[in-house]
């Protein structure tokens, strides 16, 4: 299944349209007193802060639960032919979500390709597998062992590269911050940042805010509910976070190692 002849889209239209939802999902009810409204475009980096709601969310996105009221629509994928063909381009990450252990790194990532017998342009399961480690710097010696045999971390990175595997347009990132040590950081920021080059709509909740403010474009002020630029979130925290911010941002930056 190869994406070229599918995503002939115009580019004013949104990935995703969220208008007020409310439903239930196997971990919980999002209820109308959030108001998620707002619009997320391609390449864009939004982020939430407020916990657990984000998570709900982010399962009724995926069709994970049905709406009571309120819509989710996905403009920019109108014109994708089958059902298969939309949930391909939705790439989640989540942080408890496990590995197979009796698959390799490079097998649990190929696995969602395989399934799919998906393809982009010249690039089979294998080399997409290939690429995604590589973009999470995964080491190339690390790539057939079992996920028991490498580190949490390791662990953690493969679940981001098997997010996106598939090419996905839209990526849903569950509290990626708490797969990084605090040291690794820019590593986490250098692949999000990738994701904005790929054109992908990323969507991430996390309690790090400091991160979030530094990799995102915009963030859901739940206070205010409403979707706010960086500047605008920190016009309303001070002065003292902007600078914070600003700094930690350019730490990221400077820290991060080009693949």
Same mark, same amino acid.
């Given at each position: 299944?190869?994406?070229?002849?599918? %995503?002939?889209?115009?580019?004013?239209?949104?990935?995703?349209?969220?208008?007020?939802?409310?439903?239930?999902? !196997?971990?919980?009810?999002?209820?109308?007193?959030? !108001?998620?409204?707002?619009? %997320?475009?391609?390449?864009?980096?939004?982020?939430?802060?407020?916990? +657990?709601?984000?998570?709900?969310?982010?399962?009724?996105?995926?069709?994970? $639960?049905?709406?009571?009221? $309120?819509?989710?629509?996905?403009?920019?994928?109108?014109?994708?032919?089958?059902?298969?063909?939309?949930?391909?381009?939705? $790439?989640?990450?989540?942080?408890?979500?496990?590995?197979?252990?009796?698959?390799?790194?490079?097998?649990?990532?190929?696995?969602?390709?395989?399934?799919?017998?998906?393809?982009?342009?010249? =690039?089979?399961?294998?080399?997409?597998?290939? +690429?995604?480690?590589?973009?999470?710097?995964?080491?190339?010696?690390?790539?057939?062992?079992?996920?028991?045999?490498?580190?949490?971390?390791?662990?953690?990175?493969?679940?981001?590269?098997?997010?996106?595997?598939?090419?996905?347009?839209?990526?849903? =990132?569950?509290?990626?911050?708490?797969?990084?040590?605090?040291?690794?950081?820019?590593?986490?920021?250098?692949?999000?940042?990738?994701? +904005?080059?790929?054109?992908?709509?990323?969507?991430?909740?996390?309690?790090?805010?400091?991160?979030?403010?530094?990799?995102?474009?915009?963030?859901?002020?739940?206070?205010?509910?409403?979707?706010?630029?960086?500047?605008?979130?920190?016009?309303?925290?001070?002065?003292?976070?902007?600078?914070?911010?600003?700094?930690?941002?350019?730490?990221?930056?400077?820290?991060? %190692?080009?693949?």
């Amino acid at each position: 299944m190869d994406w070229s002849e599918d %995503v002939t889209v115009e580019p004013s239209s949104p990935t995703i349209a969220v208008r007020y939802p409310v439903g239930t999902t !196997n971990l919980g009810t999002l209820g109308p007193e959030f !108001n998620y409204n707002f619009d %997320v475009y391609a390449g864009q980096i939004i982020g939430f802060l407020e916990g +657990k709601n984000p998570t709900l969310l982010f399962r009724l996105i995926l069709g994970l $639960g049905p709406l009571a009221s $309120g819509s989710i629509e996905f403009p920019a994928l109108a014109s994708l032919r089958t059902q298969e063909n939309f949930y391909i381009n939705l $790439g989640l990450a989540q942080r408890e979500k496990g590995l197979l252990s009796n698959l390799s790194l490079v097998e649990n990532i190929e696995l969602p390709a395989r399934y799919h017998n998906f393809t982009w342009g010249e =690039l089979g399961p294998d080399e997409l597998a290939h +690429k995604a480690l590589r973009e999470i710097m995964i080491p190339e010696e690390l790539w057939n062992g079992r996920p028991d045999h490498v580190a949490w971390e390791i662990r953690k990175r493969v679940l981001l590269a098997r997010g996106v595997v598939c090419c996905p347009k839209i990526v849903l =990132l569950e509290d990626p911050t708490n797969m990084f040590p605090w040291e690794k950081l820019p590593d986490l920021f250098r692949w999000i940042k990738l994701q +904005k080059q790929e054109q992908r709509t990323t969507l991430l909740c996390t309690e790090n805010i400091p991160f979030a403010l530094s990799v995102c474009d915009a963030i859901w002020n739940a206070e205010t509910q409403s979707l706010q630029t960086i500047d605008q979130y920190l016009d309303i925290k001070g002065p003292e976070w902007n600078t914070f911010v600003t700094q930690m941002r350019k730490q990221l930056e400077n820290s991060c %190692v080009s693949i």
